[in-house]
C-alpha cells in the first residue's frame, strides 16, 4: 500500500526489488498506475505485478518458489520525468523512495 500519496501519478512507475542474504540488489521488475509492466527477463515466466488504483496498492506475486527465491524485497517508487526510453540497463533508474521490505523465507 502507498502511503502520503497516490499510486495514480502518471510520474512514477513502482519498482520490485529484492536481496537475497549475502547478496546484491536483484530489480524484478516495474509497473505503471496505467498497468503497463517491465520483467526481469529471467524471471518473467514467475512474475506478475498489478495495481489497484482504488485502494493505492501495487502487488507482486512469484509462482514456483524454491529456496532460491529467499529473500528481503522491496518496491520503490520510480520516476520518469525526463526519462524517453527504457532498458534493463537503466531498471533502478530514479528510485526514490523505498519501503522498509519484506523478508521471505522459503524452505526447501
Excluded at 524517453?84 to 533502478?92: I, N
Amino acid at each position: 500500500t502507498v502511503s502520503n500519496g497516490s499510486i495514480s501519478s502518471r510520474s512514477h512507475y513502482w519498482g520490485w526489488i529484492r536481496q537475497p542474504p549475502g547478496r546484491g540488489l536483484e530489480w524484478l521488475g516495474s509497473i505503471h498506475h496505467s498497468g503497463r509492466t517491465y520483467y526481469n527477463p529471467s524471471l518473467k515466466s514467475r512474475l506478475t505485478m498489478s495495481v489497484d488504483t482504488s485502494e493505492n496498492q501495487v502487488s507482486l506475486k512469484l509462482s514456483s518458489v524454491t529456496a532460491a527465491d529467499t529473500a528481503v524485497y522491496y518496491c520503490a517508487r520510480q520516476g520518469r520525468e525526463g526519462y524517453s526510453g527504457w532498458s534493463y540497463d537503466y531498471h533502478y533508474y530514479g528510485m526514490d523512495v523505498w519501503g522498509q521490505g519484506t523478508t521471505v523465507s522459503v524452505s526447501s
